[in-house]
């Protein structure tokens, strides 16, 4: 009786175990799928999301309280990645910018910005910039 009452508490244990690290797989499924889904951004709201994402078995997969949780931290790992996208992108711009005035003969000094946008525009470089 005695080994068939450790062999309970032992299976109850694993069982335990097993479902632990069952959640926790799906909870990072759910957090990495928010992370990529194109869906999704830093200013999209948990309703607006539950919405959008409630049919799915990953959504409703992972506890409430647990979800918005992890929603909340998707947000701000997205919010700070849009970030820091738009930093990069205003510093590749403003590079750009930069070379493509300094390489057009007719930009002195003297210029003015109105005469500047002018000339860009008829800059195939600039024009074609994305």
Not at 61 to 88: F, H, Q, T
Request: aromatic residues 10%; charged residues 40%; contains cysteine.
């Amino acid at each position: 009786k005695q080994a068939f009452n450790a062999y309970k508490v032992q299976r109850i244990k694993e069982d335990k175990d097993q479902e632990r690290i069952k959640l926790k797989q799906i909870k990072e499924e759910f957090e990495t799928y928010l992370q990529q889904c194109e869906h999704m951004n830093s200013t999209i709201k948990y309703k607006k999301a539950e919405q959008i994402f409630g049919h799915l078995n990953i959504w409703t997969s992972v506890p409430e309280r647990e979800r918005r949780e992890l929603y909340d931290d998707v947000v701000n790992y997205l919010e700070k990645k849009e970030k820091e996208e738009a930093k990069a992108l205003k510093k590749r711009n403003v590079k750009a910018l930069k070379d493509i005035l300094e390489n057009m003969a007719k930009v002195t000094f003297r210029t003015t910005w109105q005469e500047a946008q002018r000339l860009l525009l008829d800059n195939v470089e600039f024009v074609h910039d994305t």
